[in-house]
Structures are given as structure tokens and as C-alpha cells.
């Protein structure tokens, strides 16, 4: 073997360079890294045109970055990439409710409501009343959980996206489960919506003959203690985006029925979540 | 197989999620890139904090990048990625010189100067005569090459680094052969250097455990009609980092002879340079 770089050799070259004192992760990380992207550039002959075309992709990515913008992370959304490490990360046992991504739009701290309020502040849309329980993986109701929950308005935006358009906290609250573990709010049937598609991202998309939209959903964080928690959506089974996500998030045991009711509500979502213990096995990133 | 994102055929999922009228290299290319993506994450097990901290790495690197500095270039550098892109457009038969990187130092229409002229107009450093022909594959000399050539100063930067400091074109020049295929001009024994070590890719060499310095080297541009651009360094064989040169270009064709001379300079460092015909198979970028 050279000492040389040469191109049979490349991914032990570059990886016999590091250190010894290092951290044995990032050496594990970077030696997959490296392996895996000398092995992509291999496979399909990447040429220097497209390497150059890479390279202005990743920049003009990272130059949209701001305090409202992470078109990084909407990259790694697009990609499936975000949805995988969620999943490599929150595996779970038969039974417990499936994670799937946060979001951008989730703010920490929204108001906690009395059971059974209306989250919808700006009165638009269909009304919805979700009710359910939060449980353990035996069937036990577990109170003092605590389940926040934000959603689009009928116009596809969230309130943080239009701070002067919709009331303060349109569209959020949390809400504290009491000893049978219920929780009941009444908000709106939500809408699909397209992700940012302005930028690199939305380009690369319609290259790929994708479109940005996401089928309508409900955004569940429910945190107990003891119990791991459970970053969800509900989603509205019947949206025309349902089978096609921009983002990847949907999963089969997150396809809510939407009941249409002739009640207080015009639609009813029930929904139970199952929690999985702090000290159940399993890989979860908390 | 489920229609919805799972760990297992997340590959699958996302890659088939592509349009049908689509590009098909552009297929071809991001199936290959989701491919390893995913296989990455999986095979280490990526967490959801080290998939944190490569959002705002690559977040980080892309703001860096401005009109005098391109940090994603110096990444893909210090990975061995650019060597590998060009290793694999510029595969030549034995006996042809070989490429190594460009770099980004180089400034199109630098002055054509006189054969045997010396570029080195701060006065500073070892002088050192270059000197060789330009031959084709069957050793018969090319008439009319233009051998573009530059190198860093003797404290490491090169011109445009340091424009009010240093000369115009100090150290940077073009030369054409004559009917022998002779080049022949006066620098400097170059020195070698570190490469932008204060923003991300810095702290990750660091991190590394690597230095972030490259062999002392003479970049060389050779072009001529009919014949395919050689992009290269010579490099200075007893430099302290020909063994690590922190961007990989070293290959054990390119390290030359400098002997040391008394004459009218130090030293001399004879090359030839051996180029292929447009009409050779192989693939290459131009």
C-alpha cells in the first residue's frame, strides 16, 4: 500500500489519519462517514461538474439558515433522513405509540387549559373534539401526564408563522391528565400544507418531481414521569398528502379516524396513547 | 411492504418517491446519495445529538462561506472527497502526470512572461530554477503548452491572501513552449502552510486529532490544444508533511527532486510534464 492517496485506497487513507487520543465515537462516526461518502462518489462516478454543483447546493443551504429558517434540517426531512434517526432512535415495543418528526413549529411552555377548552382562538376552520387516554404499555391510565398539542389554522399556517394574522397560542395547549388518564380538547380538523419551497430544498424537489406538501395533522408531545416520551402526530387518514408526505412522517398506526359527528364538534378524534416505561430496553435518545 | 416510512425500507421509501419524468442521472445520483445516507445513520446508529450537532455543523459551514473564503470546499478537502472526485475524472495511463487538486489559489490570466524569468518579486526566499519539457505520451515535445504556475511566498501566503502586502502576480506566471516543448522560469523553494483553521472545519481536524498543514508544493496548470489539462502540484519531497498533507493531494508521482545547486539560484527542480490526447479514453471533466 502507498502512503499516498490513490483512489482504490482512498476511505483507509483518509481514516489512518486520525489521532490516537480521540474520541472512539467520532472515530466510529467520521470512519462511516467518510467510508459511506467515498462509496457514493465511487458508485456513480460522481463528476467534478456535479461535485461543483454539490457544492454550491450545501452553500446556498447553509446561507438560508437564520433564527426563522433551518433549511438544513428541511433538507435532512426531505430526504427521509430526520424520519430515520427518530426511528433508529425511538424503537419501540409492539403496543406503544410511534414517534414520528417534531417539527419546526413546536414552542416549549404553551398555556396549560382546563380539560376539554378549545384550543382554536381565531374561530376558523372545523371544529374537532380529540379525546382519548394516556396509558402504560399494560393498560394502566397514567396520571399527571402532560399532553401538548399544536396544529396548523384553516389556512395552513401556524401561529408563529403569522404572529400579527392569528391570536397568540391559536391552535396550542397543554393539558394534564387526571387519575384516569383522559385527555379531551377541542380544536380544529387540520389542513395539509406545503413546507417552505422557496429555497434549495423546494428546488430540489421539483427536480425530483416531488411536491412539498404535508397531509394534515395534529402534533401530540406527551411527557410523563417514568416514561419516555412521545413526540407524535395524528394524522387525518382521508388527506389527499396522506400517502405521499413530503417530510416521510407518516406511519400506519398514526392514521387517526376523523369521525364526522353532528354534535358540539363537527368531528371527533379519538386517540389513546400508550407510553413505554423509562426503564423498558430500547434505544431512545432521552 | 407497508406504503408508510419504516427503518428497515427507508431506501426504498424515499427513492421511490421520485417523479417518473424526472432526470435520469439526477435519479441515478440521489438514489445513490439517499442509499449511503441511510446506510450511514444505520450503521452507527446515529443519535438524535449527533445528528443535532451535524445540523449546525454543515449550518455552520455554509455561513462561513463568502466571496473570499469556501469552508464546504475545505471540508470536502480535508475528507478526502476532492482528491477522490478528481481521482476519478482524471484517470490517465501510466506515464501521464497525474492531477491533484486545484485549490483555491488560482488567478486566471496571470502575466505570460519570458522563458526563464523569475517570478518572485518580493525578493524573498530560496530561489529555485524549474525546469522540464512538456511531452506527449509518446515523448515527443508540445509546441505552444501554457504552463501556468504559482506557489505561496516564503511566509506561507499566497498574493491574493495578502494583497496589500505582496506584489501583484508575486509569485504566479505564465509560460509557453517553444517547438522542444521546453519551460523553464525562477521561483522560490515554496514553504508549507496551514490551511483556514479558525472556523468548523479547524475544530474538526482538531478534533481529529490532524494537523491542518500541507507539504510545501508548485502548483502547475499545463494546458494545450489537443490535449487534456494537467492540474497538479510538485511537491518538495523533504517537506515535514509530505507523509500527511491535510487535503490528501500528495501521490508519489508528483514529489520531485529539489536539488540543492550552486549557481544563480539554490536550487533546481527538473520536471517533465506528460500529457494525454483529447481522443484518449478515460474519463476526465473537460
Same mark, same amino acid.
Given at each position: ?26 472515530r466510529e462516526v467520521m ?41 438544513? %434540517? ?5 430526504? +427521509? ?10 424503537? !419501540? @415495543? *409492539? ?5 414520528t418528526v417534531l417539527g ?90 406545503? %413546507? ?5 430544498? +423546494? ?10 406538501? !404535508? @397531509? *394534515? ?35 400506519q398506526t398514526l392514521v ?31
Open positions: 500500500m502507498t502512503k499516498y492517496f490513490t483512489e482504490e485506497q482512498s476511505v483507509s487513507t483518509v481514516n489512518a489519519r486520525m489521532g490516537v487520543d480521540i474520541s472512539p465515537r467520532l470512519s462511516c462517514l467518510v467510508k459511506h461518502l467515498h462509496e457514493f462518489a465511487k458508485e456513480i462516478e460522481l463528476t467534478q461538474e456535479e461535485w461543483d454543483f454539490g457544492i454550491d447546493f450545501v452553500t446556498q443551504t447553509g446561507q438560508l439558515c437564520s433564527e426563522e429558517r433551518q433549511e438544513f %434540517i428541511l433538507l435532512s426531512d426531505v430526504l +427521509g433522513f430526520s424520519m430515520l434517526i427518530d426511528a433508529i432512535n425511538n424503537r !419501540r @415495543p *409492539a403496543g406503544a405509540t410511534e414517534n419546526p413549529f413546536h414552542v416549549a411552555s404553551a398555556p396549560i387549559r382546563e380539560m376539554s377548552a378549545n384550543i382554536s382562538l381565531d374561530g376558523k376552520g372545523e371544529s374537532c373534539l380529540y379525546e382519548g387516554r394516556v396509558l402504560d404499555l399494560y393498560g394502566a391510565p397514567i396520571e399527571g401526564a402532560c399532553v401538548d398539542v399544536w396544529s396548523d389554522n384553516i389556512d395552513g399556517f401556524y401561529d408563529v408563522q403569522q404572529p400579527g394574522l392569528q391570536p397568540k397560542w391559536n391552535n396550542r395547549g397543554r393539558f394534564i391528565t387526571g387519575s384516569e388518564g383522559f385527555y379531551r380538547f377541542v380544536g380544529i380538523k387540520p389542513v395539509s400544507y406545503p %413546507i417552505p419551497d422557496d429555497g434549495p430544498v +423546494g428546488k430540489l424537489l421539483d427536480s425530483l418531481g416531488r411536491h412539498p406538501y !404535508r @397531509p *394534515a395533522h395534529m402534533h401530540f408531545l406527551v411527557t410523563a414521569p417514568g416514561h419516555k416520551k412521545i413526540v407524535t402526530h395524528i394524522f387525518v387518514g382521508e388527506d389527499h398528502y396522506i400517502n405521499d408526505d413530503a417530510v416521510f412522517g407518516v406511519k387517526a379516524p376523523f369521525e364526522y359527528v353532528e354534535g358540539e364538534t363537527e368531528w371527533r378524534c379519538p386517540f389513546d396513547f400508550v407510553m413505554v416505561a423509562e426503564t423498558s430496553a430500547g434505544k431512545d435518545s432521552d
